[in-house]
C-alpha cells in the first residue's frame, strides 16, 4: 500500500469516510440532523485534511464552533466520537500506509478527544 500523497487521496478518505458514517446506526442520525450538504461538505473537509496533512492553507474555519452548534441539536457523546474516529481510521487503513495515513488517524484521535472534552465542558457550563 502507498501513503496519502494528493489531494485525490484526500477526497478519496472523505468520500469514503462519509459514504460509510452516513450508513452508520450509530453516527448516522448524527449526521442526518446535522442538516447539511454533503455535496457542499466534502470540499471543506477536503481542505480540512489537506491544511493537516500537507501544511498546506486551503481550510478556514471553526470546526470546534461548528460541533458545538450541533451539540446543541444533537447530544454529542463518547461513543459518537469513538465511532466517528474507528470508521476514520478504517477508512485510513484499507488503502493507506505510512507517515501520512499515519498522521491522519493520530490527528483524527486528537481532534475527536477534544471536540468531545470541550462538548462536555460545555454541557457541563450550561447546566450549572
Known amino acids: 500500500m502507498k501513503d496519502i500523497q494528493n489531494k485525490k487521496d484526500i477526497q478519496y478518505l472523505v468520500e469514503t469516510?462519509?459514504?460509510?458514517?452516513?450508513?452508520?446506526?450509530?453516527?448516522?442520525?448524527?449526521?442526518?440532523?446535522?442538516d447539511f450538504e454533503l455535496e457542499a461538505h466534502i470540499p471543506v473537509m477536503i481542505a480540512f485534511w489537506e491544511t493537516i496533512l500537507f501544511d498546506v492553507i486551503t481550510y478556514s474555519g471553526n470546526p470546534m464552533l461548528k460541533h458545538l452548534e450541533l451539540n446543541q441539536r444533537v447530544p454529542?457523546?463518547?461513543p459518537h466520537?469513538?465511532?466517528?474516529?474507528?470508521?476514520?481510521?478504517?477508512?485510513?487503513?484499507?488503502?493507506?500506509?505510512?507517515?501520512?495515513?499515519?498522521?491522519?488517524?493520530i490527528r483524527a484521535r486528537s481532534i475527536a478527544q477534544l471536540?468531545?472534552?470541550?462538548?462536555?465542558?460545555?454541557g457541563r457550563t450550561t447546566s450549572l
Request: proline fraction near 6%.
Open 17 to 34: 469516510f462519509y459514504g460509510t458514517a452516513l450508513s452508520d446506526p450509530l453516527i448516522g442520525p448524527v449526521f442526518k440532523q446535522a
Open 76 to 78: 454529542l457523546q463518547g
Open 81 to 105: 466520537f469513538e465511532r466517528w474516529m474507528q470508521i476514520w481510521e478504517e477508512t485510513v487503513k484499507f488503502k493507506f500506509e505510512g507517515p501520512l495515513a499515519e498522521k491522519a488517524v
Open 115 to 122: 471536540m468531545s472534552y470541550k462538548i462536555q465542558q460545555a
